[in-house]
């Protein structure tokens, strides 16, 4: 059974702080992204990755970073945490598309963050 | 560019009767339309897609999508819902010529099955 994992359920920070928060998938994806989902908002991409060290701008990467080392693992990184990134983020992995179509993403459980 | 309206944010039926979640879709190439669905506290699952393939799309647990391209839709049905359908759903397109791997969400319908 396909698994993307990710560190935490639930996760209480402070202002200020350095989170982080790590998925990993054992289905040996080259494409990993981080959403975060906001009530009536739907998902927001953060960021993607297509390959090892490889990253792109989703559409709200302002304050969050991204990290990765090695291909099952995708880290999302708050460098200075503020009470507006309180959210569910949720981590998804995908084989490449193909010539015609997309193929479905694999979503991790989410982490419900909260900024104090 | 590409873009996706789900009509409803909520839809409430009665246990045994049809489910329609309805989403439209904008793109300028040829879509790639899945359905997702997320109970309480758990990550997305998916239901089923479209990929250029049979128009109407059967998924999982009886729910079924036809995609229609005149009228840009690409409607979730269920013949008769069950309590446990009871969840958020999203529909998502993702386009090839797009930046690889980015794909647009609707904003979710929230579906409650009443007993």
């Known amino acids: 059974d396909v698994k993307v994992t990710q560190s935490s359920r639930y996760l209480v920070k402070r202002t200020g702080e350095k989170v982080f928060l790590e998925c990993v998938q054992d289905?040996?994806?080259?494409?990993m992204f981080w959403y975060r989902q906001d009530p009536g908002l739907g998902l927001r991409l953060i960021y993607f990755?297509?390959?090892?060290?490889?990253?792109e701008k989703g559409d709200i990467p302002e304050g969050y970073s991204v990290s990765r080392e090695k291909k099952e693992r995708f880290s999302l990184i708050l460098e200075s945490a503020s009470t507006n990134q309180t959210s569910m983020y949720l981590c998804?992995?995908?084989?490449?598309?193909?010539?015609?179509?997309?193929?479905?993403?694999?979503f991790g459980p989410g982490t419900r963050l909260t900024v104090l | 560019a590409q873009s996706v309206t789900q009509l409803d944010s909520h839809v409430s039926v009665s246990e045994g009767t049809p489910v329609l979640l309805r989403c439209n879709y904008s793109?300028?190439?040829?879509?790639?339309l899945f359905w997702y669905v997320q109970h309480p506290n758990k990550g997305l699952q998916l239901l089923l897609k479209?990929?250029?393939?049979?128009?109407l799309v059967k998924g999982i647990n009886g729910f079924e999508a036809e995609f229609k391209k005149s009228e840009t839709s690409f409607h979730l049905t269920k013949p008769s819902a069950h309590m446990s359908d009871a969840a958020e759903y999203f529909c998502?397109?993702?386009?090839?010529?797009?930046?690889?791997?980015?794909?647009?969400f609707g904003d979710g319908t929230t579906l409650t099955v009443k007993p």
């Open positions: 998502v397109v993702s386009v090839l010529n797009t930046n690889a791997g980015k794909s647009t």
């Open positions: 479209y990929t250029s393939a049979a128009t």
């Open positions: 289905m040996d994806h080259e494409n």
């Open positions: 998804a992995s995908s084989s490449p598309a193909g010539q015609v179509h997309y193929n479905e993403q694999f």
């Open positions: 793109s300028s190439y040829s879509p790639s």
């Open positions: 990755s297509y390959d090892v060290k490889m990253k």
